[in-house]
């Protein structure tokens, strides 16, 4: 069992919190084999909220995934309260925003998506559903009268204690 811990790093125009939608946010990932190192060539969502069973034991899992390569029978989990917050304060760093229990497997490429919410700062707008696929996103708070955006999305995966 690793856990490995997914962070983000952006620019924020007039945001105070980016986060997802947890914990139904679907976390879509490339995963690497532990046993082979064979690298799955599509993106797997995985959500804390559903559970599968596990074949050769009475537990559940976020994901169960059988690798093409080896055969091998593998499992990540979303550790359920380690979804956290990229801030205005975290600007210029990394921060973990989620952490995963790996098992047999290990995130190696990470596709944000939608689901995102972005709070405006000063109170503005709470905006919901942001869509972070193309590694940006801009949008106007009318509350405050002024343009809002994301830009430079970056993420790393790293190990975690």
Known sequence: MVKIGLQI??????????????????????????SCGEVTDKFHDLTEADKVPQKHNRSETNLLIKCKL?????????????NGQFTSNDLGKF?????????????????????????????????????????????YDEKNQTSVGIYELEWQFIKVK
């Open 70 to 82: 080896c055969s091998r029978e593998n499992s990540i989990d979303v550790i359920e309260g380690s």
């Open 9 to 34: 790093k952006a620019n924020l125009e007039s945001i105070e919190k980016l986060y997802t939608n947890h914990p139904y946010y679907q976390w879509f990932v490339k995963l690497k084999c532990g």
């Open 95 to 139: 921060k973990t925003i989620v952490i995963f229990d790996c098992r047999g497997v290990e995130p190696v490429d990470f596709e944000p998506k939608s689901g995102w919410i972005a709070e405006a700062e000063d109170d503005g707008k709470k905006f919901e559903d942001v869509d972070l696929s193309e590694k940006e996103w801009v949008e």
